[in-house]
């Protein structure tokens, strides 16, 4: 009969060597085991077996049906033992995976605040920004008075109380930033129902800072693109910060590019999200001189660095 993701055959006294045999046929099927009520070997077209348990869980008319891995890495005693557990619990009337679930959520709320900045580190920090050393440090100096305390426990006053003190020793604009990175943090926390609540929600901003509008003049900039002309620096270096002129890309951006980067038919330059200070993708067109300049690295380059020792 059908059942599920495929046809179900006759019952069997499963065994590690009638599952060697089972064969792969157009649409997958299961062979059910006679031994352990519910469970199954689901034999797919690609040769892959997967124990595939089902079970009613009595009381409610909730039914549950799940994979409990392939049967290279669990074997037929690991999935009796495992399938034995969950229908036991539902014969009487508990839904074990849904209590495991709610008990793994639990965990997760309980984290302290150390583990807390390691996870968030882990997951959204390294690997995705350029600042994941800085960001390390001041979410580690900023917390160092609780990162022993339950992460969902840390309230407001908790967050304002480190970072009034930073202030009040005249360093507003670095009780600012580590505001900034307690935020980001934490409502990524809130985000992955790690806590309930975003503890730094509704802090005052402190020291700013002053914007940045700081231009090169029209002269300022034919006076350094003369000196880029001179035997001062390197030719890469010359051109990498010629480059950074002409598009307005980041020094380390423009040195880090790579030939697979650029569209030489239409020449424009995508820079990756990786190598993005926002972790966003950026799409730039190559024209004029920086068109000249890219055309001369990229002869007979398909794929690499541009800027070898860059």
Request: charge should be positive.
């Amino acid at each position: 009969m059908a059942f599920g993701a495929g046809l179900t055959r006759g019952a069997q006294l499963l065994t590690h060597r009638s599952i060697e045999t089972l064969r792969p046929a157009e649409a997958p099927y299961r062979v059910t085991d006679q031994r352990c009520k519910g469970l199954a070997v689901r034999v797919a077209p690609s040769g892959v077996k997967t124990w595939d348990l089902a079970y009613r869980i009595r009381g409610t008319g909730k039914m549950r049906r799940l994979s409990l891995g392939r049967t290279t890495d669990v074997s037929l005693e690991q999935a009796r033992e495992r399938a034995n557990e969950l229908t036991s619990a539902a014969r009487g009337g508990r839904d074990l995976i849904g209590e495991e679930g709610e008990a793994r959520d639990a965990a997760a709320s309980r984290i302290t605040v150390g583990s807390l900045i390691d996870l968030y580190l882990r997951r959204r920090v390294v690997g995705r920004l350029r600042t994941a050393k800085s960001i390390e440090s001041r979410l580690k100096r900023t917390l160092s008075p609780i990162l022993q305390r339950y992460a969902a426990d840390i309230c407001r006053r908790d967050i304002r109380a480190i970072l009034d003190s930073i202030a009040d020793r005249g360093q507003g604009r670095e009780a600012e930033k580590r505001r900034q990175v307690c935020t980001a943090m934490f409502r990524w926390a809130l985000s992955q129902d790690i806590v309930t609540a975003d503890p730094t929600a509704g802090l005052e901003a402190y020291d700013r800072g002053a914007p940045r509008d700081r231009v090169l003049s029209l002269e300022e900039i034919e006076l350094v693109w003369k000196w880029l002309d001179t035997d001062a620096l390197s030719l890469e270096a010359a051109d990498i910060l010629k480059l950074e002129l002409l598009t307005g890309a980041r020094c380390g951006e423009i040195s880090g590019i790579r030939a697979e980067e650029i569209d030489r038919q239409k020449w424009i330059w995508t820079l990756p999200p990786s190598r993005s200070k926002n972790g966003r993708q950026r799409v730039t067109p190559i024209v004029g001189a920086a068109r000249e300049m890219l055309e001369q690295r990229l002869s007979g380059v398909e794929k690499g660095p541009l800027f070898p020792a860059g």
